[in-house]
């Protein structure tokens, strides 16, 4: 092979290693865009998934008390229509009375509101219950001796403690 034959053959190799560099750039710069494009559909989609989802929050927050609301509609009708009955007798108001709160007991029921009201010799119970007092008693001590004011909880929540007076240590 002569000098010529040997330029000329690398020349060649030349061109094709150029040629293959080429069509590779070009094929990584294909590959580059497609990915880009990927990657801001998908970041388009992230961003619509969050705002849905802020939406559906913010729609739950503001109609979250709508279910609950209604359910005391009833038992303000029902205070509405006693308080219009001018002639009532005194039994005619508590029984009324003690249907309305039992209208009211339901509702928060419905709404799983349930009273935290312990019983006289219950251990006392931080989470549930706030000592108000303690007074000597004949029984254990830290034990519920009466109940001043129920609590309540709200889905295994605590709303409001039930105040207590509570057993003193002997």
């Known amino acids: 092979m002569s000098a010529a034959e040997a330029l000329a053959a690398q020349a060649a190799a030349t061109e094709d290693a150029q040629a293959a560099m ?63 009955i001018q002639e ?16 009211l007991k339901s509702a928060l029921e419905r709404h799983k509101v349930l009273e935290i009201a312990p019983a006289a010799a219950t251990r006392f119970d931080p989470h549930q219950h706030q000592a108000i007092s303690m007074v000597p008693a004949a029984q254990e001590p830290n034990t519920v001796v009466a109940v001043l004011q129920k609590g309540y909880l709200i889905a295994d929540r605590v709303l409001r403690p039930a105040l207590v007076t509570v057993a003193a240590p002997k």
């Open 88 to 103: 009532a007798t005194r039994e005619q108001l508590r029984e009324g009375s003690e249907a309305t709160l039992k209208q």
């Open 22 to 84: 080429v069509n590779e750039l070009a094929t990584l710069k294909a590959q580059n865009a497609d990915l880009a494009d990927q990657f801001l559909r998908a970041k388009a989609e992230a961003e619509n998934a969050r705002r849905r989802a802020e939406d559906e929050i913010s729609k739950a927050r503001k109609f979250a008390v709508e279910s609950f609301a209604e359910s005391l509609l009833a038992v303000a009708d029902s205070l509405e229509a006693g308080l219009a």
